[in-house]
């Protein structure tokens, strides 16, 4: 005699009651085990977050960028929970802790430059992209400029300056008013003919105008390369005053501050999560070879860095050398201008230049050689 209906039932119900339980129970023991070494599991699981934030940047929320910019601090926790839960005999979460913190290992190539420029191949076809955020060359010294030769320079924060347009034969340069007398903007000069160009500005309440990003699509040789300059929302982040605070004894305006910087950082994660997507939007699928350049304002441990990492090369990634660090000025520990690079070039060193140090940035030249020619008319204007 079959079953019967009543019979699967209880079954059913049995099994499933078995395997609420057996969750049930997990969770229980997860739980024990996390409240007997909570520091250690909540490291892990930081690192495990940023981690993958990082690898693919899906969450374009201020949080997710705060988490991703603060890796290599969760890197060092993350080494430090596994090794003591070996030591704590939890074997098995700390060899899955082990395993998470070499997963990060190649992301912290975006820190270091480990290139051997001894390795790279010699051609006289390099094109050499200069990009530079000159702080309006307000402070400029001496000749300084002479040492600023390359086939195309992308400027942020621009200022009309004579000396460096003689020395181009093509430019794009837009600019919007920083103060009643002084125009800054973007700029990019080239020495071969500029067919398409495309700019905007970017507005901001209460502050200068001076971010926004011009993509040029250029004659090069025989083929049409595009190039984009973009300098993404400025922070006006300070840390110096927060040193001269503490340093001065003065707690309070310390953390004034400390929470000043948290709320700029906070604007500007927003805003250049837009921003970035607006510069996506003329690059990738594009037919023609491109390069972007400029001043991020981020570190490579977030969410615009990763976003453009999923379709572009990065220069100083691929040929950089040591840490490269760009900034002039506190914090100086970072480098937020970048060379980014579709697969149809081949980079073949990436260096910041240390001893131009008029700005508050320091310049980045990077080589390139174009690896399969597009075999494009002089005529041809770029229709995307």
């Given at each position: 005699m079959l079953p019967s209906i009543h019979y699967y039932k209880s079954e059913i119900l049995y099994f499933f009651q078995g395997l609420l339980q057996n969750a049930f129970d997990g969770l229980i023991s997860?739980?024990?085990?996390?409240?007997?070494?909570?520091?250690a599991y909540s490291s892990l699981i930081y690192l495990f977050v940023s981690m993958s934030f990082c690898y693919y940047p899906i969450f374009n929320h201020w949080i997710a960028g705060f988490i991703m910019m603060?890796?290599?601090?969760?890197?060092?926790?993350?080494?430090?929970?596994?090794?003591?839960l070996f030591y704590k005999k939890q074997k098995m979460i700390a060899t899955i802790g082990a395993?998470?913190?070499?997963?990060?290992?190649?992301?912290?190539?975006?820190?270091?430059?480990?290139?051997n420029e001894k390795t790279h191949r010699i051609s006289a076809n390099f094109l050499n992209v200069l990009s530079f955020n000159s702080e309006s060359f307000s402070r400029i010294e001496n000749n300084s400029l002479a040492t600023l030769q390359a086939d195309i320079a992308c400027f942020q924060e621009y200022a009309p300056n004579q000396q460096i347009e003689n020395q181009y034969v093509h430019k794009i340069v837009k600019l919007?008013?920083?103060?009643?007398?002084?125009?800054?903007?973007?700029?990019?000069f080239t020495k071969y003919p500029i067919v398409k160009q495309y700019g905007k500005i970017w507005s901001r309440t209460a502050a200068p105008?001076?971010?926004?990003?011009?993509?040029?699509?250029?004659?090069?040789?025989?083929?049409?390369?595009?190039?984009?300059?973009?300098?993404?929302?400025s922070m006006g982040v300070r840390i110096n005053?927060?040193?001269d605070a503490f340093k001065h004894g003065e707690i309070k305006r310390f953390f004034f501050e400390i929470s000043d910087t948290i709320t700029r950082l906070k604007d500007g994660f927003n805003a250049r999560d837009k921003q970035v997507a607006e510069v996506e939007s003329y690059v990738v699928g594009s037919k023609y070879p491109v390069i972007i350049c400029g001043d991020f304002n981020e570190t490579p441990f977030s969410y615009t860095y990763g976003k453009l990492s999923l379709n572009f090369g990065n220069a100083f990634e691929e040929a950089g050398q040591g840490l490269g660090f760009t900034l002039n000025r506190h914090p100086y520990c970072v480098r937020i201008d970048q060379q980014f690079f579709s697969s149809d070039w081949q980079v073949q060193s990436c260096k910041t230049i240390p001893t131009i140090n008029f700005s508050d940035h320091f310049p980045v030249m990077a080589q390139y050689i174009l690896k399969k020619p597009t075999i494009a008319p002089l005529a041809l204007v770029a229709q995307r």
């Open positions: 997860s739980y024990r085990f996390f409240n007997q070494f909570p520091k603060t890796l290599p601090f969760a890197l060092l926790l993350g080494i430090f929970a596994s090794g003591y395993v998470w913190v070499l997963c990060s290992l190649p992301i912290m190539k975006r820190f270091v430059g480990v290139s919007t008013n920083f103060s009643e007398n002084r125009k800054v903007g973007l700029a990019i105008n001076i971010n926004g990003f011009i993509c040029a699509d250029i004659v090069y040789q025989n083929d049409t390369v595009r190039i984009v300059n973009t300098h993404l929302w005053k927060a040193f």
